[in-house]
């Protein structure tokens, strides 16, 4: 087999597509049905972002997550290192899960390293669905948490 590989930095739009264009044509016929209503308008992940204001509109925390089709997906949320253990991320967090109900979510996922939040999300309802070990090279363990929201 004739063949070279090469390390490409800034690949152009073409390059890419060589690459993905393929695949994206291998799961639209394999999933058929979710590629069609993810193209229907509506469908693309809807952003919800909150905010937690203290005096004076201080920030003391905050959540970004989108959700889309079923799901709810936190993908940060932070307090501020004074007003931590306040409830400020509690609260965040029920919020994004009642907005994400009221847009039809039945399920939320979040990640978190292990040494960040693990035992807020138990406490608060979510299970760990899978690990991986020294993520980050340093013997940390990334975490994967669910949680039914129906």
């Not at 799901?71 to 899960?97: C, D, F, H, Y």
Request: hydrophobic share 35%; glycine share 8%.
């Amino acid at each position: 087999m004739d063949m070279a590989i090469e390390q490409i930095e800034t690949p152009d739009e073409a390059l890419k597509e060589a690459v993905y264009g393929p695949l994206r044509r291998h799961n639209q016929r394999a999933n058929s049905a979710f590629w069609a209503r993810r193209e229907e308008a509506g469908h693309e992940p809807w952003p919800l972002h909150l905010f937690a204001f203290g005096a004076q509109r201080k920030v003391l925390g905050g959540l970004f997550a989108t959700t889309q089709f079923s799901w709810l997906k936190v993908e940060l949320m932070a307090t501020s290192e004074e007003r931590r253990g306040q409830g400020i991320g509690r609260s965040l967090l029920l919020e994004a899960e009642k907005i994400a109900r009221e847009r039809g979510c039945c399920y939320a996922y979040v990640d978190t390293m292990e040494y960040q939040a693990p035992r807020f999300y138990e406490k608060a309802g979510y299970r760990c669905a899978g690990k991986i070990e020294d993520w980050d090279s340093h013997g940390h363990s990334k975490l994967f948490f669910v949680k039914d929201l129906s």
